[in-house]
């Protein structure tokens, strides 16, 4: 129940086209779901997130799509470019004990791969 | 503003040796945490911790790994007696609070991984 499915495994996208990655989740309780993109040799670096609250945020390129009722969300990349090639996972946490704080859990990740 | 510093970046060790991977968090963030990442998986949780207190260590291995942050100096993750199992990279982050509604008390700050290595 903690955990949250992502997909695809991997992802070939042409420059300019539209990267779009799936997650799901069971456990009801998350209440923030964050997309985080890492580059090799690095950390992972928090790119959007949401809320439960609203179905869409937008920031730039970058689109976050929330389905509560299917406890699903998913990471649209428009005009995908070869510098967004990348390791991109989802993640959501929830309250512990009332109490908000950075325990997240990961989806697998997925591979994204731009070709110029 | 050094971001998330962890050191060292690499690490290799023989099984039976002691790791210590020490992660200083972001100016003005008073709050820690440890992830692993396994090779071809996602990050998961170990600690969270506070200056000098352990708030949640439902992610940490029962026996042989341990973790501290001090009221001086970086935190600490300790892997006692390692074994090829524990070859991993593990990421520390910061974030500036925690609270009941507060925003931004679960917006983490990653450094750059310490990558183990268990010969």
């Known amino acids: 129940q903690q955990q949250v499915k992502q997909s695809p495994q991997s992802l070939i996208v042409q420059k300019g086209g539209i990267s779009i990655i799936n997650c799901a989740y069971e456990n009801t309780a998350f209440d923030y779901f964050p997309w985080y993109q890492q580059f090799p040799g690095k950390g992972p670096a928090l790119l959007i997130a949401i809320r439960p609250d609203v179905s869409e945020k937008k920031e730039g390129r970058f689109t976050i799509s929330f389905n509560k009722s299917a406890k699903q969300f998913s990471l649209h990349i428009m005009d995908s470019q070869p510098g967004d090639s990348a390791t991109y996972f989802c993640a959501a946490s929830m309250r512990v004990g009332g109490t908000s704080y950075g325990k997240l859990t990961f989806g697998q990740g997925t591979i994204l791969t731009v070709h110029p | ?119």
């Not at chain 2, 039976?16 to 200083?24: F, K």
């Not at chain 2, 341990?66 to 600490?76: D, H, N, R, T, V």
């Not at chain 2, 990279?89 to 931004?104: E, H, K, L, V």
């Open chain 2, 1 to 119: 503003n050094a971001g998330v510093m962890q050191n060292p970046r690499h690490l290799v060790r023989r099984r039976g040796q002691e790791a210590r991977l020490r992660c200083s968090p972001m100016k003005g963030h008073s709050h820690v945490y440890w992830y692993r990442q396994l090779p071809e998986e996602g990050l998961k949780f170990m600690v969270y911790l506070q200056k000098e207190n352990i708030i949640d260590e439902s992610g940490m291995p029962k026996e042989r790994f341990s973790a501290e942050f001090p009221k001086e100096g970086p935190s600490i993750l300790r892997i006692q007696q390692v074994v090829r199992g524990d070859s991993a990279a593990y990421f520390c982050a910061s974030s500036p609070r925690q609270g009941r509604f507060s925003a931004g008390a679960n917006v983490l700050t990653f450094g750059a991984g310490s990558r183990l290595t268990v010969l």
